[in-house]
């Protein structure tokens, strides 16, 4: 059943500040694998960034061809008072159905589980437009699926498969060793190679 997950709904999410996935810096599996990373050139997106800590990460390490994208206005200006100097022109106010562009790397954290569950396969495909041929799809995605009704969204290694394997060569889609705890045990680490 497709919900109105719209820039309404998230936007009035976070107004009345219920931002569970908020956990106020970057997550640990996202930022060790950033940590990992070597060309500072490389053209990097962050959808559906929320406040976007890992964003905040990158550029404080170096990273400065980075973007970061939301559907709401509001985590967008609160990143922007915690950064002033990120440059306007990377910070994208927009459906990511609707992003046009080329990416070297797509970080990907809590914007999989909070997109409706109908949108996943869509999501696969505009990942693979949007990502340069032998680029990378690279975070987390949960592993387990939930009692209550989402967002989040939860899922399978088995569900996600289906989608993903058409488009991308699966490098990695394993259980995080590293996540923080209160998802411990409940996180599939990926690394996708785009075909």
């Not at 404080?60 to 709401?72: A, E, H, P, R, Y």
């Amino acid at each position: 059943m497709t919900q109105d997950l719209s820039k309404k709904f998230w936007t009035q999410r976070y107004e009345e500040g219920i931002t569970g996935w908020d956990i106020g810096y970057p997550s640990t599996p996202l930022k060790e694998y950033i940590d990992q990373l070597t060309n500072k050139e490389a053209k990097i997106l962050v959808p559906g960034a929320g406040n976007a800590y890992e964003v905040e990460y990158l550029w404080n390490q170096g990273f400065k061809n980075v973007s970061v994208l939301d559907i709401s206005s509001l985590p967008l200006e609160n990143f922007k008072k915690r950064n002033p100097t990120f440059p306007n022109d990377q910070m994208l106010l927009i459906d990511f159905f609707e992003l046009e562009g080329s990416f070297d790397l797509v970080l990907e954290q809590t914007f999989f589980c909070a997109i409706d569950r109908d949108l996943r396969q869509q999501y696969a495909q505009k990942m693979h437009e949007v990502i340069r041929s032998g680029g990378i799809l690279a975070g987390v995605l949960f592993g387990k699926e939930f009692d209550q009704q989402g967002p989040p969204f939860g899922g399978t290694k088995q569900e996600y498969l289906k989608y993903f394997e058409p488009y991308f060569e699966i490098k990695h889609m394993d259980l995080c060793t590293n996540s923080i705890p209160p998802r411990a045990g409940n996180e599939l680490f990926i690394e996708l190679i785009r075909k």
